[in-house]
């Protein structure tokens, strides 16, 4: 992207250098499918992760034997996994609608506690 920043000026990234490149057709249909599909798809995937990984912690309690914890995570319903993770991004949304502060607050929350658990 360096190369690209220095020869192409303008603002917009990845759309503008698609636009530049090929067309502004090209460059539409990059923002519209990054907007409808990648980025939406990328958040389900992160929320499916981290519904699976809560649930099987609330029902067996913290372990440390990783091959229970994989057959826990065989064994979960779909159904809840599916609507725990949409509780995820409801909430995740809903601290992000009421401020852009406290959604930077919680973000720096969370960055602390990755890293402490990977200390521990």
């Known amino acids: 992207y360096a190369e690209l920043a220095t020869s192409i000026t303008v603002s917009g990234g990845e759309q503008a250098y698609l636009t530049k490149m090929y067309s502004p057709l090209i460059g539409f249909l990059f923002v519209w499918t990054n907007t409808l599909i990648l980025n939406p798809g990328g958040l389900a995937a992160i929320s499916l992760y981290c519904s699976e990984y809560v649930i099987v912690n609330i ?26 993770a949409v509780l995820v991004l409801g909430i995740a949304s809903l601290v992000n609608l009421i401020s852009a502060e406290l959604g930077d607050k919680v973000n720096q929350l969370f960055a602390v506690v990755k890293v402490t658990a990977v200390l521990i």
């Open 59 to 84: 029902q067996q309690g913290y372990s440390k034997n990783s091959t229970a914890l994989e057959a826990d995570l065989e064994h979960q319903s779909p159904y809840v996994k599916a609507a725990f």
